[in-house]
């Protein structure tokens, strides 16, 4: 069985990261938005994985398990909001929340 | 009894606070009843503590209620210390203002601020017994400047009238200079003994400074200011004529029964720092006979009933002044004791007449007032003749006591006691000048029909024994308060020796105020001279030298002109010069700059929440990359 | 096992492309069940076995279902479809392209500098729940509050 360099592992995490990133900032649609950050944050217990593999170690798995818990949180909520969105709005297009400017 | 003197100002402070709760809304009983009541307590307990202290031979005592703050090695107790010289001013203010407390619930009853009328002369009294009982200077300093407030409050009473308020601000200013000075004398103090405690300081005073010593000359001149302010002697003596824009009541309490002898007290109470530097000590002197005189002549010319009044006090303190500057203390805090009572009966006989006629207080408008107010014409009679140091009146003992401890001054003594007794003179004119232009003579008074005014008078005597029975009894003590032995013996240590006058000087000193009184009679009162007085009158002010004299005098010896062109028109030109506020403009541009960056800073936040992302991730990107590139 | 997490992470990067690139959401949802499952087995790979069975079912289990419930209550359209491909313009994606572009090289170059390999050794479940119950017990219990927050929140939020 042979080795895998760890920095491929951490290149992963950090392509899929920079994907998501790439789907926040450019679609409209707010539910492609809430997917994208989802990536984003999985990306990163990904790292937190390889780091644990990379030290042997067991503290980056709950690393990846408060990771986790968060983003069962996070989409509890956004989708809540979304509904609610819908529901005033009737679009899942982000730019008509634009209220929140000086 | 000694356990409870902190008691002594909370009552009237208790009942400034009932007062001030009750917003004007409580009826006029009970406000009259709290507001005279809570001083009345005050009174009961200075008189069973004064009992018990006199029975135990003058014995001073501390009473510490609480630590009231400590900064390193200051650390001043909010204490009382009572004495033989704090009997006598607390029972002074709690029985005088007592008394006018109960003369002012029938004086004030029609005023619309009543409540608010009692809630400040509580305040008063509560301020004043914590100047005089304060055990260090500190604690006397808060209730000199808390004196000072209400002094300033009730002045402007009837704030609707603006005159009143800038006589308030005016008194306010005015004694806020004297306020200062003595502030900076307290940091002297403590920054050389490292204490403010008045026994310790007067204790450590002597032991390291010598006598005429610089520190001993600042210190004390310092003291002196503040003294001179709150006392309104020369050069700080123009607010208090002023002051008389407050109720009658109020002059009888505060301008002139108590707290203007706030600065005697303060004097008394740290002579031995005064005794350390002489020279500050003849500059008393020298302040007292300058006043007295000053304000006798200025006396003479006033037509205002209150003014009249007003300057008789400031040359009444400058006796008292004179007294302390020539080392007779107890003197002093007699003079001050019997000016207290026969100033405040003058007062409030002057208050019964100014009611009775409407709120009229130009002398030469009343007139005869003898027959419709007799009552009030007795007591007026006594304190004028206590005032003139009539004899076998209260102020003859004492008035006679300071010219004799004058006389025996080393250096200026002669001088010192012929003021004194010109002084003594001037007194008995401008008083009787007074009794006879007010109470007899024509009835000059136009006001409404004379039968109603007959029956207002005499409704008014029948009505208000509240009023009478205070007047009456002060007459009583105006009358026989010179027997009345200070105790502060043990509080100015030896005793001086008794300086002996010869028959010639003592027949003068009795005969000179008789003599005044004469010439006032043949003036103004007789009417078998009283063309003759007027033809005099006339006569005099044609000639150009007198019609001067009289309008320097009237004008208070051109003190008030002569500080509006030295203080106030410079001040104003310079607040005029700077009326944009220069300094303000700088700040003005700083605001400036803040709202042309913000506007700038405001179009970046269009509201659009993908443009947010991005200047985030920017962001982000950047820190990584200088965390990366260094 | 080298092949197994070279092919799955191939898998699970052109599944998170097709994420963000395509315009249907049911399509978009699918896609990155595939790529969170492909994760999964990236975790085992990496002798995670706890983790890929977590990210089985809570992510790709719950996480989407709960996406795929919210798809079915908003109900959206062809006409969305549509308005998602005209969104869909080269332009727009010259900014984030450049941003995103400079952060990848960012991290690239940080990585590529060190070279240790991975020999995967696999960690229980037990080394885990020991950790996850000794000293790490306060981050459970914040969790268990944070899940709590999310639930009212979601109630609350999606109320009408």
């Known amino acids: ?102 | 009894m000694q356990e409870w003197t902190g008691l002594l100002p909370a009552f009237p402070l208790a009942g400034f606070v009932l007062l001030v709760l009750s917003r004007g809304r409580m009826p006029r009983g009970i406000a009259g009843v709290i507001g005279a009541g809570s001083v009345g307590l005050s009174f009961l307990l200075a008189l069973t503590i004064a009992i018990g202290v006199l029975n135990n031979g003058g014995q001073a005592y501390t009473t510490v209620l609480w630590q009231w703050m400590q900064v390193g090695d200051f650390a001043p107790g909010f204490s009382f210390y009572v004495d033989g010289l704090t009997l006598v001013m607390i029972l002074v203010i709690s029985g005088v203002g007592f008394l006018i407390h109960l003369y002012a619930t029938a004086y004030m009853a029609d005023d619309p601020g009543f409540a608010r009328f009692f809630s400040y002369m509580n305040l008063f009294v509560a301020a004043m017994l914590v100047l005089v009982l304060a055990d260090n200077l500190l604690l006397l300093y808060l209730g000199w400047e808390g004196v000072g407030l209400c002094s300033y409050l009730l002045i402007g009473f009837w704030y609707d009238k603006p005159e009143n308020g800038y006589a308030a601000r005016k008194a306010f200013v005015v004694t806020r200079v004297g306020d200062t000075s003595m502030a900076i004398g307290l940091f002297l103090l403590f920054s050389q003994l490292g204490t403010l405690n008045i026994q310790q300081m007067l204790m450590l005073a002597p032991q390291q400074w010598s006598v005429g010593s610089g520190i001993a000359v600042a210190a004390s001149a310092l003291l002196l200011g503040g003294a001179v302010g709150k006392s309104a002697q020369l050069p700080l003596q123009t607010w208090l004529p002023d002051a008389m824009a407050g109720p009658t009541p109020i002059s009888a309490l505060i301008h002139a029964a108590t707290m203007v002898t706030a600065g005697v007290y303060l004097i008394a109470r740290t002579h031995v720092l005064f005794e350390l530097a002489p020279s500050v000590q003849l500059l008393v002197a020298f302040i007292g006979l300058a006043t007295l005189l000053m304000s006798g002549f200025t006396a003479l010319t006033q037509t205002d009933i209150k003014r009249i009044l007003a300057y008789s006090t400031i040359s009444q303190i400058g006796y008292m002044f004179l007294a302390l500057g020539v080392g007779a203390w107890s003197a002093a805090v007699f003079h001050l004791m019997t000016h207290a009572f026969f100033k405040a009966l003058l007062f409030l006989a002057a208050g019964t007449v100014i009611l009775s006629l409407h709120h009229e207080q130009d002398i030469f408008r009343m007139g005869a007032m003898r027959r419709r107010l007799p009552v009030s014409f007795w007591c007026f009679l006594v304190g004028s003749a206590a005032l003139t140091a009539l004899p076998f009146t209260s102020g003859f003992y004492s008035k006679d006591e300071i010219l004799l401890a004058a006389l025996g001054q080393e250096h200026y003594g002669m001088l010192l006691w012929t003021g004194g007794v010109l002084g003594a003179f001037l007194t008995a004119l401008y008083s009787f000048r007074l009794v006879f232009v007010v109470f007899f003579g024509r009835d000059r008074h136009q006001g409404s029909s004379h039968g109603e005014d007959h029956a207002h008078a005499a409704v008014m005597e029948a009505m208000s024994p509240v009023m009478f029975f205070p007047l009456l009894l002060l007459g009583l003590l105006a009358l026989g308060g010179g027997f009345i032995h200070v105790p502060v013996d043990t509080v100015f240590g030896a005793v001086h020796e008794e300086v002996h006058a010869s028959q010639f000087l003592h027949a003068l000193m009795i005969l000179i105020p008789i003599f005044g009184v004469v010439i006032a009679w043949g003036v103004y009162g007789s009417a078998s001279y009283q063309k003759a007085g007027e033809h005099l009158r006339e006569r005099l002010l044609a000639a150009p030298i007198g019609r001067r004299a009289y309008r320097f005098w009237f004008s208070g010896w051109g003190m008030d002109a002569l500080y509006q062109w030295l203080f106030v028109n410079p001040f104003m030109v310079l607040a005029r010069l700077n009326r944009k506020d220069a300094v303000d403009q700088i700040y003005g541009w700083v605001a400036q700059a803040a709202r042309v960056g913000n506007s700038v800073v405001v179009m970046l936040q269009t509201g659009n929440l993908r443009w947010y992302a991005i200047s985030l991730v920017g962001g982000m990107v950047l820190v990584i990359g200088l965390g990366v590139w260094r | 096992m080298t092949l197994l997490f070279y092919s799955a992470g191939a898998i699970a990067l052109i599944a998170t492309l097709s994420v963000i690139l395509s315009s249907n959401v049911v399509h978009a949802l699918v896609y990155l069940i595939i790529s969170l499952l492909s994760v999964a087995v990236i975790f085992f790979a990496l002798g995670a076995p706890f983790a890929a069975m977590l990210e089985a079912i809570v992510y790709a289990g719950a996480i989407m279902v709960l996406f795929l419930f919210v798809m079915m209550m908003l109900n959206l359209g062809q006409a969305t479809e549509d308005e998602e491909r005209a969104w869909m313009q080269p332009s727009l994606w010259i900014g984030p392209g450049l941003l995103s572009g400079i952060l990848l090289l960012l991290f690239v170059s940080t990585l590529l500098t060190h070279d240790v390999t991975l020999a995967p050794v696999e960690v229980s479940v037990r080394d885990i729940s020991l950790l996850l119950f000794g000293p790490w017990l306060l981050a459970v219990e914040l969790a268990s509050m944070l899940l709590l927050a999310g639930l009212i929140a979601a109630y609350h939020l999606a109320k009408k």
């Open chain 1, 1 to 102: 069985m042979d080795a895998i360099p760890y920095e491929h592992g951490l290149i992963l995490a950090a392509i899929l990261f920079v994907c998501g990133l790439l789907g926040v900032l450019t679609r409209r649609n707010i539910v492609f938005v809430l997917m994208s950050l989802e990536i984003m944050l999985n990306a990163c217990g990904l790292a937190f994985v390889v780091a644990s593999a990379r030290w042997q170690h067991a503290e980056g798995q709950i690393m990846y398990l408060m990771i986790l818990t968060l983003a069962a949180a996070e989409v509890a909520v956004g989708l809540g909001l979304i509904i609610q969105m819908y529901r005033r709005f009737h679009t899942v297009d982000i730019s008509v929340l634009n209220e929140m400017k000086g």
